[in-house]
């Protein structure tokens, strides 16, 4: 079993930048799959990036240019690095994984983000 925590949310202003940190504990090396999801008010979670063992990214087309997903795996962590953030990118933002059965962890608490016009 994993046990994560998101960090790094806040306020920012269009335009400006943050970096979100998924901290993992646990049975950490049966983690295949890392991802970032979000959900906005009133809206369904929707995945925003992931990255597998190999280093494979993918992204979704709304974030595609301005967001980069990283792990250190020393550190057991991973990152979701947000630029040129829109009102649009407002939500809670939530890590998870997939681990090595093809099972999903447990949803946490999540870090907002809210980005001011």
């Known amino acids: 079993q994993v046990q994560l925590v998101e960090s790094g949310g806040g306020l920012v202003q269009a335009g400006g930048s943050l970096r979100l940190s998924c901290a993992a504990s646990g049975s950490t090396f049966s983690m295949r799959v890392l991802a970032w999801y979000r959900q906005a008010p009133g809206k369904q979670r929707e995945l925003v990036a992931s990255?597998?063992?190999?280093?494979?990214?993918n992204y979704a087309d709304s974030v595609k240019g301005r967001f980069t997903i990283s792990r250190d795996n020393a550190k057991n962590t991973f990152y979701l690095q947000m630029n040129s953030l829109k009102p649009e990118d407002t939500a809670v933002y939530y890590c998870?994984?997939?681990?090595?059965?093809?099972?999903?962890?447990?949803w946490g608490q999540g870090t907002q983000v809210t980005v001011s016009s």
């Open positions: 998870n994984i997939v681990d090595a059965y093809g099972r999903i962890g447990s």
């Open positions: 990255i597998i063992s190999g280093g494979s990214t």
